[in-house]
């Protein structure tokens, strides 16, 4: 059974950039395919992106596309999110997420295994 630790939240100004990572450990990091979530306050868990276990494919919801990037380093057992140009409606928890499957998904029941968050605040 993986585990999964998000870190690289923090605060930052509209415009800017955080790279979020994903430190997985306790499995095949290779075996996973993966996801990033969030949820902002109030409001229910959303899909972000997702790759699929090589890392051959990868998947955008429309309001991150062309600013958020996914990655994976099979070697590191590491996922990452560069988030460049944030915008006010990008705060949130971000929850990277895994499923034993070679392909990803955009949904959340999909995925068994969860980290516990880490926080995004943008600033005007």
């Known amino acids: 059974q993986v585990q999964l630790v998000e870190s690289g939240g923090g605060l930052v100004q509209t415009g800017g950039s955080l790279r979020l990572s994903c430190a997985a450990s306790?499995?095949?990091?290779?075996?996973?395919?993966m996801g990033w979530f969030r949820q902002a306050p109030g409001k229910g868990r959303e899909f972000v992106t997702a790759?699929?276990?090589?890392?051959?494919?990868?998947s955008y919801a429309d309001p991150v596309k062309g600013r958020f990037t996914i990655s994976r380093d099979n070697a590191k057992n590491t996922l990452y999110l560069q988030m460049n140009n944030l915008k006010p409606e990008d705060p949130a928890v971000y929850y990277c997420?895994?499923?034993?499957?070679?392909?990803?998904?955009?949904?959340?029941?999909?995925?068994?295994?969860w980290g516990k968050g880490t926080l995004v605040t943008v600033s005007s």
């Open positions: 306790g499995g095949t990091f290779s075996n996973y395919a």
């Open positions: 790759i699929s276990w090589i890392g051959g494919r990868t």
């Open positions: 997420a895994a499923r034993p499957d070679a392909v990803l998904s955009l949904y959340y029941r999909t995925y068994p295994y």
